[in-house]
DNA sequence: GTCAAATACAAACATTTGTTCGTGTTTGCA
DNA sequence: TGCAAACACGAACAAATGTTTGTATTTGAC
């Protein structure tokens, strides 16, 4: 019998790794062969093949090797800026731009950002000018920070409900302002993430 | 004479974005064919390549044509995790995963992450479990949110002088809490993101 | 030492890739 | 209508890619 040679793997991982974060693109099997000091793609073949069994690479047909980690998946998500009157809140006039985040990194829905206004949520650790990750769905629980259109700005604030009296309350988070009481609301998703800068 | 036909090249600029963010692998210039229903290759040489020229395509040779905006690639980041007595914070054995995050999303420098733990950074939007970016640097600026190595875990707290007494304080950013007095520590890098789960 | 598994190698293969060429078609202007 | 540019098409091509095969070499247990 003989050990694997978990040493020639190693190396091919690292450099698939420094390889794509290089050239933004996946290496070829003749690529890391060169890369890693061998002359034959046949060894690097059965080397590929195994480390993607164990979930280490991914191979794309021609399209070169992959890690995992390293596949590109960006997407693209809006950030919604000022609210034109009366129009859906990611028609297109109203997104400002778009920010490049890793799919996955988020969940799954359909997401779009804000960008956080003023100190009224700032003991849920959102403040001015950060950037706020939103699902988008039309219904929230108890207890959600909801992002709703008030007076044509997308707002975040926190959702309850009163049953008894059949209103619907949005708190903001911080003491200094009241809670907001409406009959009726819609809702434009739900906060969950927030990337803050220090 | 007659115009030049944006509507392809807008329908191909559409497939290879919902391409890659599908497959994660840039399509082909068949692929992109029967994606935008033409049958010849050749007629998409020509709009790729003029797509390259404005700007809007990336073409990477059998790799496939990919948009600008999806070459973005990915870096690795380090989790530090518990710090094994004595070793320098990103030693292997202190590395607990990695977590990939775009290119240039830190700025320049380089970087690491920890998981934030207990309530004693809460007023700065902090909270526990909570994944903070942290560029690697030996100094700080007076009120910096800093890693130092206390007992052997990476703490964040707030970096401050006492000239007058020639001491350092960390300060938990949380009342409940004492500064704490050091004659001497070293500063392993200074917090600059947090991603914040609500 | 012996043997078997693991690996490296070189060569060859079918397939897919980008690319080119010639031709027919559409479009819009004069 | 006539014309020229823009485009689509189909076929063909060379180059690069993943893949396979057969053989030699290394390695480690018995």
Same mark, same amino acid.
Do not use: W
């Given at each position: 019998m003989r050990a694997r040679n978990t040493d020639v793997e190693s190396k091919i991982l690292e450099f698939v790794n420094a390889y794509i974060e290089k050239n933004s693109i996946c290496p070829s099997y003749r690529e890391i062969s060169a890369g890693v000091g061998l002359s034959s793609t046949a060894s690097i073949h059965?080397?590929?093949?195994?480390?993607?069994?164990e979930g280490k690479l991914d191979i794309n047909g021609r399209r070169g090797v992959s890690t995992r980690r390293h596949r590109m998946s960006v997407q693209q998500?809006?950030?919604?800026?000022q609210v034109a009157c009366g129009t859906?809140?990611?028609?297109?006039?109203?997104?400002?731009?778009?920010?490049? =985040?890793?799919?996955?990194?988020?969940?799954?829905?359909e997401f779009f950002a804000l960008r956080a206004r003023g100190d009224s949520m700032i +003991? &849920?650790?959102?403040?001015?000018?950060?950037?706020?990750?939103?699902?988008?769905?039309?219904?929230a629980e108890e207890g959600d920070i909801v992002v709703a259109l008030i007076d044509d700005a997308a707002t975040l604030k926190r959702f309850y409900k009163?049953?008894?009296?059949?209103? =619907?309350?949005?708190?903001?988070e911080n003491d200094a302002y009241d809670d907001m009481e409406f009959d009726d609301?819609?809702?434009?998703? +739900? &906060?969950v993430k927030v990337l803050k800068n220090l």
């Open positions: 059965n080397h590929v093949k195994r480390l993607e069994q998500v809006p950030v919604v800026g859906p809140i990611l028609a297109e006039e109203n997104i400002e731009e778009y920010v490049p =985040i890793l799919k996955g990194e988020l969940g799954t829905g +003991k &849920a650790g959102i403040e001015d000018g950060e950037l706020v990750f939103v699902r988008r769905q039309d219904t009163d049953k008894r009296r059949h209103k =619907i309350i949005l708190r903001p609301i819609v809702i434009q998703g +739900k &906060a």
